[in-house]
């Protein structure tokens, strides 16, 4: 099983930014789809960005794009997740997740994930 680890996280104001990482010891992350989901309390998962493997490509949701960037690191073996301009209601616990997902943004489509890092957006 592949074991995901993502750091970064942590308070900030409205307006600031923050950039997540994931890193794994067990895989290559080029080799899978990879995406950031996060959960907030009492709400279901978000796929809010990942990258596609066929081509490489990057997909985001609506609530995130043009704010948050994915981005893969592949001689560091690293997945980023730059947010900007970071808004109370991004505030969740951020996952990195692995797969081969036909649908990229789908949570249920990931088999591996890491144990999260918590992104608080608040004055």
């Known amino acids: 099983e592949a074991q995901l680890v993502e750091s970064g996280g942590g308070l900030v104001q409205p307006g600031g930014s923050l950039r997540l990482s994931c890193t794994s010891s067990?895989?290559?992350?080029?080799?899978?789809?990879m995406s950031w989901v996060r959960q907030a309390p009492g709400k279901e998962r978000e796929g809010v960005a990942a990258?596609?493997?066929?081509?490489?490509?990057?997909y985001y949701g609506d609530s995130v794009r043009g704010r948050f960037t994915i981005s893969q690191d592949n001689v560091k073996n690293t997945l980023y997740l730059q947010m900007n301009r970071l808004k109370p209601e991004d505030t969740a616990m951020y996952y990195c997740?692995?797969?081969?997902?036909?649908?990229?943004?789908?949570?249920?489509?990931?088999?591996?994930w890491g144990q999260g890092t918590q992104v608080t957006v608040s004055s």
């Open positions: 990258v596609y493997t066929a081509d490489n490509s990057p």
């Open positions: 067990s895989f290559t992350l080029r080799q899978y789809s």
């Open positions: 997740a692995a797969g081969n997902p036909v649908r990229v943004l789908l949570p249920s489509e990931y088999n591996d």
